[in-house]
């Protein structure tokens, strides 16, 4: 809106237009507006620490007389002391108006916090780690299954749970050789599956096997609320949360709702791979939860028959984006045939080749991880 129009041609219409903007606007965006037009004597011989109380009773009227007598005024006719004064009352302005934006930010932020959920723990469990990617296929449900089972391998005193995040393609069932509804305590609490000492949750229970979960988000919110918390988890140190991949709506929820203890990484040394880890990696840290460090999945593929090593995917992506992160590498898992296979029968190579070079680099994994939320805590 241009107000030295609106002023300069009196008018009952124009005064009604002028009181409009005005209301629309912020006072103190209306001052730096009037100060960058051409000279006002008035206004400028006003001292800078009384500049807004003294523009603030300015009238319709009295405007409207300043901008007609001075509009035309040529810019060169200012004198010196004009023009000094000119940068002072700027600066004051451009301040006014940073803390009126500051102050709305604030406000803001304030209103926002209130409608946001408040962190309520998950009912007998103590630490809660999620494992989650931001591209899927790098093997996280993988990872989180042998985390869980090497967590347990390292201190046999710890009890672990496990999670299935993943509503729309839980892997737990498969991975942990699983198979079954869940049955109801007389709370109408749901017992979890339990396989090698480690209770399990999944929406592929209570589900056909190759039934397709179409959902919208408000459905799977409530199905990850009924897994978190109508569960009876019993009495565990950790409680694994194998998270889909990406950065949607159940990963806010579940990073909202529960305290985390920290958040594992996994992504193969590949750039493409690693562009989206690096987002998984910045969500949670704008959620305030830990980012405990990163597992380079696949690094290295060896040859069964001659032990050539080649680096199918890449070599060190992930240690780099570990660096730039500021975070922990966590540990290499190799590309190998015996994870495949043992996966596939529902038998994790923790669990089945607990001397294997693969499974000790799942149980340094775990230690690494339980040593990241100690460095944490304190």
Aim: with cysteine; net charge positive; glycine share 6%.
């Amino acid at each position: 809106m241009n107000l030295v129009n609106m002023t300069t041609t009196h008018s009952p219409t124009r005064e009604n237009e002028f009181h409009s903007t005005i209301k629309s606007y912020n006072i103190s965006q209306v001052y730096f507006f009037f100060f960058y037009k051409d000279d006002f004597t008035q206004l400028t011989q006003t001292p800078r620490r009384s500049l807004q109380t003294n523009m603030a009773p300015f009238t319709y009227s009295r405007l409207s007389h300043l901008l007609r007598t001075s509009v035309n005024k040529a810019a060169a006719s200012r004198t010196a002391s004009e023009r000094k004064l000119g940068p002072a009352c700027c600066l004051q302005l451009t301040r006014c108006q940073r803390s009126a934006d500051s102050n709305l930010q604030e406000r803001q932020k304030q209103q926002m916090s209130r409608g946001l959920p408040k962190q309520k723990p998950i009912t007998g469990v103590k630490q809660v780690i999620v494992v989650a990617s931001g591209k899927g296929g790098v093997g996280k449900s993988t990872t989180a299954v042998n985390l869980a089972l090497g967590l347990m391998a390292n201190d046999a005193t710890k009890s672990v749970g496990l999670l299935d995040a993943d509503v729309y393609g839980p892997s737990i069932p498969k991975l942990m050789n699983l198979k079954g509804n869940p049955e109801l305590t007389d709370n109408n609490l749901m017992i979890p599956l339990t396989n090698y000492g480690i209770p399990c949750m999944s929406m592929g229970f209570l589900v056909e096997e190759v039934a397709p979960i179409v959902w919208r988000g408000l459905m799977v919110m409530s199905a990850i609320e009924k897994m978190l918390r109508q569960v009876d988890w019993g009495s565990l140190d950790y409680l694994v949360v194998d998270m889909p991949p990406g950065t949607g709506d159940v990963q806010l929820s579940i990073t909202q709702n529960v305290p985390i203890a920290g958040a594992v990484i996994v992504s193969t040394p590949q750039d493409i791979a690693l562009l989206d880890a690096r987002r998984g990696a910045e969500m949670f840290k704008k959620v305030n939860v830990p980012v405990l460090g990163l597992v380079q999945n696949m690094s290295v593929f060896q040859c069964p028959n001659c032990n050539h090593q080649t680096h199918i995917f890449g070599s060190d992506g992930a240690r780099q984006l570990a660096d730039t992160l500021g975070v922990e590498l966590l540990g290499d898992v190799p590309l190998h045939l015996n994870i495949r296979e043992t996966s596939d029968r529902g038998q994790p190579v923790v669990i089945s080749s607990p001397d294997s070079s693969e499974a000790k680099a799942y149980r340094k994994v775990a230690s690494a991880v339980v040593q990241r939320i100690k460095e944490v805590n304190t």
